[in-house]
T-cell receptor, first 112, second 114 residues
Framework: KAGVTQTPRYLIKTRGQQVTLSCSPI?????VSWYQQTPGQGLQFLFE???????NKGNFPGRFSGRQFSNSRSEMNVSTLELGDSALYLC???????????FGQGTRLTVV | GESVGLHLPTLSVQEGDNSIINCAYS??????FIWYKQESGKGPQFIID?????DKRQGQRVTVLLNKTVKHLSLQIAATQPGDSAVYFC?????????????FGAGTQVVVTP
């Protein structure tokens, strides 16, 4: 069974630009959550989607948004990028909410 | 100003010895816990989980212990191998309330020496 796939693996963007990251969950998994990982803050929850609905959102500004499609694939978008948005963005999928969550390799975003 | 990275505690273990990684969790209402292993350049890898109705769970070479009284979680790795070198995170959630949000600890760097 294929794992969680995140694309792209690496991105370099300029301040002020926007970016879209993609996540394909494990087949059959309907819950997708997103985390930001930085050396300073560790792993921080961004949002969680289940059946195309955002069920929970972390403490991030409105520049961070996401969505989930009917095939459970998810995207997250960051608009008006800031230097502090440089991070590893991780997606995790699980069969149901609050069960084993499996992470992808992450997308390394660098804002210059 | 310059951001300061989280200071990760480091556990140095000799190959073949047993490792014990500790985690103090924050929410007394948390009822589901997961241990993850993260190697450099990779995403966190699921190791083992435990729910609050248990105090011990065993996997292959790993055991998780949960002490709800003192809000403490530990991961024991038997016969530690060089491939066990990584950062280990505990994650907690309150399943009745959190809707998929896990709170992660800062992590412990495990270094296995030959």
């Amino acid at each position: 069974k294929a794992g969680v796939t995140q694309t792209p693996r690496y991105l370099i963007k300029t301040r002020g630009q926007q970016v879209t990251l993609s996540c394909s969950p494990i087949s059959g998994h309907r819950s997708v959550s997103w985390y930001q990982q930085t050396p300073g803050q560790g792993l921080q929850f961004l949002f969680e989607y289940f059946s195309e609905t955002q069920r929970n959102k972390g403490n991030f500004p409105g520049r961070f948004s996401g969505r989930q499609f009917s095939n459970s694939r998810s995207e997250m978008n960051v608009s008006t990028l800031e230097l502090g948005d440089s991070a590893l963005y991780l997606c995790a999928s699980s069969f149901r909410i609050n069960t084993e969550a499996f992470f992808g390799q992450g997308t390394r975003l660098t804002v210059v | 100003g310059e951001s300061v990275g989280l200071h990760l505690p480091t556990l140095s273990v000799q190959e073949g010895d047993n490792s014990i990684i500790n985690c103090a969790y924050s929410n007394s209402a948390s009822d589901y816990f997961i241990w993850y292993k993260q190697e450099s350049g990779k995403g966190p890898q699921f190791i083992i989980d435990i729910r609050s109705n248990m105090d011990k769970r065993q996997g292959q070479r790993v055991t998780v212990l949960l002490n709800k009284t003192v809000k403490h979680l530990s991961l024991q790795i038997a016969a530690t191998q060089p491939g066990d070198s990584a950062v280990y995170f505990c994650a907690e959630t309150q399943t009745t309330d959190s809707w998929g949000k896990f709170q992660f600890g800062a992590g412990t760097q495990v270094v296995v020496t030959p």
